[in-house]
């Protein structure tokens, strides 16, 4: 009986334990909850913290938008300056970039390329230069969704003097494109085919440069005096300026030369020669007659191909030389 007893009394003490261990662990589990949740909800506020932070700075980002600006230049004439300079913008818009292409050449040749007629422009680059002209108001739509245009018209030629006596004279372009460097992906400036003011004008007024080069016998004549051009502008006015690279253009594959040509120039340049080369096309010559990009008047001509993969390049260069800022 008193055995009995006796294991009755263990039995309870040990019940009373077992529901001390058992609320005890409640109360844990109750606090961990407690403590928990205040973490789970506070790395979730952190989160969201960050992820607004973010697209804050995606959304300046976009706002304080800065265009690349690339000159096309090349003194030699008729290499393709204007023909590159009209279809890398037309791809670039096509491509869903926001592009003004200035013409800073008196020829015109990529205003009526853009089908504008350059004899009834009122008001063209040249106005801006000399002061009479606000940028904003010589901005014209072209017929290229997300590609607008500055055109040029014979006035220009006059520029090469009048500049001759106005101060920082090197630096008119620049200061003119200043408040729309904003508004843009890019600006491209087509040169004229001299080493003179107005190409000097847009190496100052341009973070980069890229030179086309005809696939022909003289292709490298010029080429030395150019590149010291480049040189010395970089050296004394305007330190970003880098040259992007070649592009070759008007390549015949039936004639040997053609490829000799191409050779010397990478042997000379190197890696700074685009991988694309431009075929000499018929469909690329007709387009400016039809106030036409040729990516618009013939969409898969090889013209148009060879264009489309030049202008990725021209792209990713661009992706590599922030890269490299960062
Ligand atoms: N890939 C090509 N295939 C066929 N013709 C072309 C090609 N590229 C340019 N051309 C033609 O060659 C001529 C010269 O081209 P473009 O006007 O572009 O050269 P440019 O360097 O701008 O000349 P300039 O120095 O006079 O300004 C034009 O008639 C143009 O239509
Ligand atoms: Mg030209």
Not at 79 to 102: D, F, H, P, Q, R
Not at 295 to 321: M, Q, W
Request: aromatic content about 6%.
């Amino acid at each position: 009986m008193v055995f009995r007893s006796i294991i009755n009394l263990f039995r309870r003490k040990k019940g009373k334990r077992e529901i001390k261990k058992e609320t005890d662990f409640k109360r844990v589990e109750k606090e961990e909850k407690l403590i928990k949740k205040p973490i789970e909800e506070e790395i979730k506020e952190v989160k969201e913290e960050i992820k607004t932070k973010i697209n804050e700075k995606i959304k300046t980002k976009e706002k304080k938008k800065i265009a690349r600006v690339i000159a096309l230049t090349n003194q030699k004439g008729g290499v393709g300056k204007s023909t590159t300079a009209i279809n890398m913008s037309a791809c670039l818009a096509e491509m869903g970039e926001n592009i003004v292409l200035i013409d800073v050449d008196p020829q015109a040749n990529t205003t009526s390329g853009l089908g504008v007629n350059k004899y009834k422009v009122d008001k063209s680059i040249y106005d801006a230069i000399i002061g009479k002209a606000n940028i904003k108001e010589l901005v014209l739509n072209t017929r290229v969704e997300g590609l607008s245009l500055i055109p040029s018209n014979i006035h220009l030629a006059g520029a090469e003097i009048e500049l001759v006596n106005m101060m920082m004279r090197e630096h008119r372009l620049r200061k003119v494109i200043e408040p729309i460097r904003n508004n843009y992906d890019f600006i491209i400036i087509d040169c004229p085919p001299a080493l003179g003011i107005l190409t000097i004008n847009a190496l100052v007024a341009a973070d980069e440069v890229i030179v086309p080069i005809q696939c022909e016998y003289y292709a490298l004549e010029g080429l030395g005096q150019l590149i010291k051009t480049i040189e010395l502008v970089k050296n004394n006015l305007n330190k970003n300026l880098e040259i992007s690279g070649f592009v070759m253009t008007m390549y015949d594959s039936r004639t040997k030369l053609a490829s000799q040509v191409v050779e010397e120039v990478k042997r000379y340049f190197g890696e700074k020669v685009y991988k694309t080369i431009i075929p000499r096309n018929v469909r690329v010559s007709e387009a400016p007659s039809y106030g036409l990009p040729v990516i618009f008047y013939d969409p898969n001509c090889k013209g148009s191909l060879a264009y489309k993969n030049f202008t990725k390049e021209v792209i990713n260069h661009g992706k590599r030389r922030i890269g490299e800022g960062t």
